[in-house]
């Protein structure tokens, strides 16, 4: 192997280099390549474990030595190296989830479904009776530093709370309610209940939505609770149909009450004013009668001949001293006619 001389070297520092001083010093050939090498390594390792990529929904908090430093946003960021500075990446951005009752198979979300879920599910009404009650709690991580610092295990005190809030709100209602009809509104007291709690918890976490999923009775009763569902379902049916029949007929009925009372009314209001006026035209004649008896007489009784004459088939105009006018008239009406 190749070495090389340092006698050179060494040979300032002892004054000379006599036979009697050490040998000289080898060093191999290839030691400073080896040494460039590690250094490179060693370079490239501050570099490594310096540099890290915060994603778009995420921020990283920062710690030194273990105590919190800052919050850093996304994107590319540097460290102090060794493990001086470690980093936890915390999504805020992202919508999180946890499942009560039920377990959606292939979930990221470690916290999201426990083994447990199906003894979470089972629930106590107001009316105590049993119901297996499934839901879902979305929410996002609001302050970062209170999720990992403040709180121990925050994902699971949010599983235990939101269990106990939503026992409390089932607990205060009948079970047709939780079933049926008071589904929103169990929805939305557990949303204000929770966000209350998380708050005054200081876990740092922002409640988006509950919402409940399947609500069924146990499953000894499931067959019999069926049956009075669907008895309730077909009564509402029956009665929806009933309030049909009501809202077609009875408008149509009202609708022809008040026709019949307005013709009615509107008759009345004919039969007055014709009265009314019968009796004005009779007061007017009889005053202008007061007037000129012989006059207003005369009147009347020509047109009276001018409603009746035209009436007649045939006329005879006689004297008034006129005697034994039956030869003139006609009283064989055929005769007459073909003349």
Do not use: C
Request: proline share 6%.
């Amino acid at each position: 192997m190749a070495v090389i001389d340092m006698e050179q070297i060494r040979s300032g520092a002892q004054g000379g280099g006599g036979r009697g001083g050490p040998p000289p010093l080898k060093i191999p050939a290839g030691f400073f390549g080896g040494l460039g090498i590690m250094l490179l390594a060693a370079i490239a390792l501050i570099i490594w474990t310096s540099i890290y990529t915060v994603p778009s929904d995420s921020v990283a908090l920062v710690q030194r030595f273990g105590k919190y430093i800052k919050e850093v946003p996304a994107g590319l960021h540097f460290k102090l190296p060794w493990g001086v500075d470690e980093t936890i990446i915390v999504p805020v951005k992202r919508q999180l989830k946890q499942e009560f009752g039920f377990s959606t198979p292939g979930a990221t979300n470690p916290s999201q479904n426990r083994s447990d879920s199906q003894a979470q599910s089972q629930m106590v009404t107001g009316d105590l009776n049993a119901a297996l009650v499934e839901w879902v709690v979305q929410y996002r991580i609001e302050d970062p530093r209170k999720y990992m610092f403040d709180a121990r295990n925050p994902a699971e005190t949010l599983r235990d709370l939101s269990e106990s809030v939503m026992r409390e709100v089932v607990g205060d209602r009948t079970v047709d309610e939780v079933i049926t009809i008071g589904r929103q509104e169990i929805e939305d007291e557990a949303l204000v209940k929770m966000q209350e709690l998380t708050t005054k918890y200081g876990i740092g976490v922002s409640i988006d939505q509950v919402q409940l999923k399947n609500i069924n009775p146990p499953r000894p009763v499931q067959e019999s609770f069926n049956e009075v569902n669907q008895a309730q379902q077909e009564k509402e049916s029956l009665i929806n149909a009933a309030r049909r029949e009501y809202n077609k007929v009875i408008p149509l009925a009202e609708g022809e009450k008040d026709q019949r009372i307005r013709a009615a009314d509107g008759y009345r209001l004919k039969r007055i004013n014709e009265a009314e006026g019968d009796a004005a035209r009779f007061n007017a004649v009889f005053t202008e009668y007061e007037k000129a008896p012989d006059v207003t007489r005369r009147r009347i009784y020509i047109e009276t001949l001018e409603e009746v004459l035209p009436q007649l088939d045939s006329k005879l105009i006689v004297d008034e001293t006129a005697q034994q006018i039956l030869p003139l008239m006609h009283l064989d009406a055929k005769k007459g006619l073909g003349q």
